[in-house]
């Protein structure tokens, strides 16, 4: 599959896609401005573009999904913020920063360790694609605002990634929206050393993947569908 035929597939076969097909996130660049949508540019590339690994596939490090008559070994991919070799067209995406609890790491956004009114990044319908970077014990947060999503993304500088997702989801609220609890997917969700958000805007609004790898998004260990609705392992 090339990856303009994946992109657009992880928007018309969503299910499916983010099942099988691994993807691993880089995360925004330039400045965020909060309360307000975020519009940055991505492309999807092959996971190390350029390697043909053992089997001659380009991107293809291990994961497979069913075929007709057997196993297919697939691609994994990449949602990189500068354009690589054979990577798809431009992708316009809503970005998503990631803040810390209560650290200045980074240059980051710090909370201060104050998670009832935090600032928000909105998801709306300016773009097809919601991004944020590598969750690597961290918190993502989000509620349903008028067809839209309000989001953030916590790294638990300051704390641990247990307590920061325990925490956000008893007395998480972004301070536009003092009285709105917030749905986490976090470090009680995902064992794994690695996982990622990733959203796409479908005919029937806003979905919501997560994956998690062992292995850097070479392969898949999990994936489910986490909005609308009910947790969904895929």
Known sequence: MDTNT???RMLSHSDEFFKYYPVM???GIGAFVPNAANVKTYYLTKKDPGVV???GKEGHFGATRPGFLHTKNISSFKMDTYPQPNCSAALTTHGVPMVNYNSDLGGKVNLHAN??????YVV???ADYMTTGLLTGCCFAWHEAGGALWCIHIRPEGTDGVTLQNMVALHGHFAAAPGMPLST?????????YAIILG???PGGWKLYAQTSLDNFRTIKA????YPGQVVRL
């Open 223 to 226: 994936a489910w569908r986490v």
């Open 25 to 27: 996130m880089a995360g």
């Open 124 to 126: 709306d319908n300016g």
């Open 53 to 55: 690994p053992a089997g």
């Open 6 to 8: 994946a992109a657009a």
């Open 185 to 193: 997917f976090g470090r009680n969700d995902y064992e794994d050393d």
């Open 115 to 120: 998670v009832g009114a935090m600032d928000h």
């Open 200 to 202: 796409v805007k479908t």
